[in-house]
């Protein structure tokens, strides 16, 4: 889980922050993501830097739903915002991979998911895209960043396909 500092405080965003957020929501995860993230900014929380007043966090209802990564300005998932994305892309997986269910509890204690494992990735994958990670009932497991391509996924037998960040057991 990760932890939130007990100096941050929490706040309503602003029209600008919400705008700013739905639009890179949609234009990272995609238009059913960002719908909802547009209908549910309301309710939603966000905690700033104290040294630079960006956003760090964007909260939810059970706490931290997105990261906004400082280095690059883009959002690294969490379990519940995962979970959230495998619910809205029932027809297809455009931000998430399948593996097999063999590996599936070492992918839950956070291990990094080999492209030997990967079941039909989708081949619009690109490298460093945040992925989660199913098992074959379309359970999520963990959440990650793509190393190589859902190309390459389906092609290569050997080597990292997704740097696992977190698993729902770790």
């Known amino acids: 889980m990760i932890?939130?500092?007990?100096?941050?405080?929490?706040?309503?965003p602003s029209p600008i922050d919400q705008r700013m957020?739905?639009?890179?929501?949609?234009?990272?995860f995609g238009e059913p993501f960002g719908a909802w993230l547009e209908s549910s900014i309301d309710t939603m929380k966000v905690e700033r830097s104290m040294k630079t007043g960006k956003i760090k966090y964007l909260h939810g209802s059970n706490?931290?739903?997105?990261?906004?990564?400082?280095?690059?300005?883009?959002?690294?998932?969490?379990?519940?915002a995962a979970i959230l994305l495998n619910e809205l892309e029932?027809?297809?997986?455009?931000?998430?991979?399948?593996?097999l269910t063999e590996v599936a509890?070492?992918?839950k204690d956070g291990r990094n998911v080999f492209a030997k494992h990967?079941?039909?990735p989708n081949p619009g994958i690109q490298p460093l895209q945040e992925l989660y990670v199913c098992d074959e009932e379309r359970n999520v497991l963990a959440v990650?960043?793509?190393?190589?391509?859902?190309?390459?996924?389906?092609t290569l037998s050997r080597g990292v396909a997704v740097k696992t960040r977190h698993g729902i057991d770790a």
Do not use: H, Y
């Open 3 to 12: 932890k939130v500092s007990s100096l941050s405080k929490l706040e309503e």
């Open 21 to 28: 957020l739905v639009a890179l929501v949609r234009m990272q």
């Open 63 to 80: 706490g931290i739903f997105l990261v906004l990564r400082p280095t690059d300005g883009f959002f690294t998932l969490t379990i519940d």
């Open 90 to 99: 029932a027809n297809a997986m455009e931000n998430g991979i399948t593996i």
């Open 105 to 107: 509890s070492f992918i």
């Open 118 to 120: 990967v079941v039909n």
């Open 144 to 154: 990650g960043k793509a190393i190589i391509s859902g190309t390459e996924m389906a």
